[in-house]
Every structure is written in C-alpha cells, then in structure tokens.
C-alpha cells in the first residue's frame, strides 16, 4: 500500500530512512538536513543538522550504526553521529574532489561508505582509527562524466557505479584497513581498492540507479 507523505511545498532532494522507519531525513534543496519523526501519524520536526554549505544532495542512514552520511554541492560529505540527543557531524576527507558530491551509499557492513561526485571521482571512504578521522582513497581509473549513482554488493567488497557516460562499472571497494581477506568474485579476484573489475555499456541513455539482485 502506497503511503504519500508531505514536508511542505519545497522539492524533497533526498531522503533516508532509520532502520525502523519511524524517524525519516530530508533534504529539501537547502543546506540543511531536517529529521522528522512520526507521532500520531503526523511527522514532527526533530532536528534540523547544518553543517554544510550548500544544498544537500544525497543521504544515506546506516541500519546498525545509526550513522547519517550526508552529500553536498559544497564538495565535502558529513558523516553524522547520534551522542546525548545530539547529531554531531565530523567532516570526510575528500581531498581531490573539487565539484558537487552527487551520491553517498553506506556498504551492507557499515565499516565504510562510498562518494560519487561531478567531477567524475569515486571515494571509498573509511574510519581511520589511529588518527580519528574519516579518510577516502579515491578511484583511480574513473568516470568520464558525472557519477549518478552507486550500489555495493552483498559481500561489502564491490561496488558498481553508473553515471552520465553510459557506462555502469563494477569497481574493487577492497579497503585493507578495515575488511576481511579479499575475496573471489564472478568478475575475478577482488584485490587493490578502486580497481576496475567490468563495465557495461549502456547506450541507451544515462543511468539514474543501479543494484546488485
């Protein structure tokens, strides 16, 4: 059953969900983000998180971990920890990414994240513990064009990306600092990050998702 929900009369950006889905985060094409939660069947405004400086772009809410990330055209990303009733946001390492950050995809283990901008770059992103910050080791062999969405694959080490040159690929999201031993996949052996595994054409236009079945 299809449920419409209303914020107002401003465009909804983007949107994540808590693992509940009682509790919902929106961007409404400002540089804010606004967290709503549900009391008798009406939505209440909760928290409102500025941090960036332009419009948020994309969001994603990790189940376990209760983390936000956010994804601005200021060109940084957020990650967002909930400590005493307070989202508290530290800034990501986007050290080469000079254009919008289009998209943000938590991996299914929640050890890490992945950033896709306009400026064709692809971030894995990863909590470097010793220093306390989050890093990001950006893809080398990258995009042609603007990078519009991403998909991780079930056993948190691939990630396929789609963008504005007709192409989807199928990238190593392998970060040695916080996963397992590299595995084995369809498309061979999973070894150094950011390494380009396949690509598919897509002449028929760009692509706007992609997922792994």
């Known amino acids: 059953m299809t449920e419409v929900h209303s914020f107002g ?15 919902i985060a929106v961007s409404l094409g400002k540089n804010d983000l606004r967290i709503y939660n549900k009391q008798a069947g009406k939505w ?12 948020v772009l994309a969001i994603d809410w990790a189940p376990k971990t209760n983390r936000i990330v956010t994804a601005s055209a200021d060109y940084n990303a957020y990650v967002w920890t909930f400590e005493n009733d307070t989202w508290k946001p530290q800034m990501v390492e986007l050290q080469r990414t000079s254009r919008a950050v289009c998209c943000a995809k938590w991996s299914p283990d929640e050890n890490k994240f992945a950033i896709g901008s306009s400026d064709k770059n692809v971030g894995i992103c990863y909590y470097e513990t010793e220093q306390r910050f989050w890093a990001a080791e950006m893809i ?28 989807v690929r199928i990238y190593s999201g392998y970060v040695k600092a916080v996963d397992n031993k590299a595995e084995t996949s369809a498309w061979g052996k999973i070894t150094n990050t950011g390494e380009l595994l396949h690509e598919f054409p897509c002449e028929s236009g760009w692509t706007p998702d992609v997922a792994f079945s």
């Open 44 to 55: 209440k405004l909760t928290h409102t998180l500025c941090e960036h400086l332009s419009r």
């Open 140 to 167: 080398k062999k990258k995009p042609k064009s603007t990078v519009t969405c991403l998909a991780w694959h079930p056993n948190n080490q691939l990630i396929a990306v789609g963008s504005l040159d007709y192409r």
């Open 9 to 23: 009369n401003l465009p909804v950006i983007a949107h994540a969900w808590n693992k509940d889905r009682t509790q």
